[in-house]
């Protein structure tokens, strides 16, 4: 692997997961933590009107690829390739 490359890169974000993983750095991921921790703490320290804690949802974050849809992709030969590049 390519060394000494930002964690928001490209290349970074496609050995993750694929392109819904650009720009999420360790620095984004430490963000979207730190607002469901607090999150989380406002709902559990909250004095709620008749004790009905309100749903916050969490922050989005991009959802990583399962086992099963990385085997489902079909590998592609260098032939298969050059076909479709030559357009033959």
Not at 1 to 30: I, Y
Not at 44 to 57: Q, S
Not at 72 to 78: D, G, K, W
């Amino acid at each position: 692997m390519v060394q000494r490359l930002p964690d928001t890169s490209m290349t970074v974000a496609l050995a993750s997961g694929g392109r819904e993983f650009f720009g999420w750095g360790v620095d984004r991921h430490m963000q979207a933590d730190l607002f469901d921790a607090l999150n989380s703490n406002t709902k559990a320290t909250g004095n709620w009107a008749k004790g009905k804690v309100p749903k916050i949802p969490p922050y989005p974050r991009p959802k990583p690829k399962t086992q099963t849809e990385n085997k489902a992709q079909r590998r592609v030969s260098v032939a298969e390739i050059y076909a479709r590049l030559s357009g033959r």
